[in-house]
Each structure stands twice: as C-alpha cells, then as structure tokens.
C-alpha cells in the first residue's frame, strides 16, 4: 500500500516559519511524478500553493510567492513547502499530492495525502 504521509504542521506566530515533509511511503515505489502542496480553508475550496516536477521546475501561487519554498529529494520520494513570513490568512488544512507514482503494481494517479493543519496566530 502506498501512502503520502505529511508533517510539520502546527500553530505558529505572524511572521514566523514552519517547515512541511511529504514522504510518498510503500514497496515498490519506482517513480513520482510532480508533487504539490494544496491548501484548504474553513469554507474555501481547496487551491495550489506550489508544486515542483520531477526535473525541479516550480511553480507558486501569487499569494505565496516570494515566502513559500518547494523542493524535493527524489531520492527520498519527499517534497518539502518551506513558508516564511506566515500571515493568518496562510491558515488552512494543507495536503501533499501526487500527480503520478509508478510501483510496481502499476501506476497511481492523484493521490492525495491526509492533511496537517497550518494555524497561524495574529
């Protein structure tokens, strides 16, 4: 069974930093395509924060561009999202996804880990 197992979430200040850890965990696990990191808000739609392809190309949403940092070790099947500079509007349920793993049981697509919630305080 494979799973995205996330961390590091917690209550944190305005203005301070937390550091989120993805792992993708299971047998078999031979490859992963892009990874991101989604956010959801009491009563909003989930949305992108960032995701990064298996080459390292990134991509941000404008509200966190410039604060947030992702980056991967392939070798660990982990994404990391370093966030700087919290806001309270940074509040949210956030989730790591995969967009593709290839196993050895074939292929998954979009998956989705479990959420850590990101609380930050004014």
């Known amino acids: 069974q494979v799973q995205l197992v996330e961390s590091g979430g917690g209550l944190v200040q305005s203005g301070g930093s937390l550091r989120l850890s993805c792992a993708a965990s299971?047998?078999?696990?031979?490859?992963?395509?892009?990874m991101g990191w989604y956010r959801q808000a009491p009563g909003k739609q989930r949305e992108l924060v960032a995701d990064?392809?298996?080459?390292?190309?990134?991509n941000y949403a404008d509200s966190v561009k410039g604060r947030f940092t992702i980056s991967r070790e392939n070798a660990k099947n982990t994404v990391y999202l370093q966030m700087n500079s919290l806001k309270p509007e940074d509040t949210a349920v956030y989730y790591c996804n995969a967009d593709r793993l290839t196993t050895g049981w074939g292929p998954l697509y979009d998956y989705w880990g479990q959420g850590t919630q990101v609380t930050v305080s004014s």
């Open positions: 299971g047998r078999s696990i031979f490859s992963i395509g892009a």
């Open positions: 990064i392809t298996s080459d390292g190309y990134t």
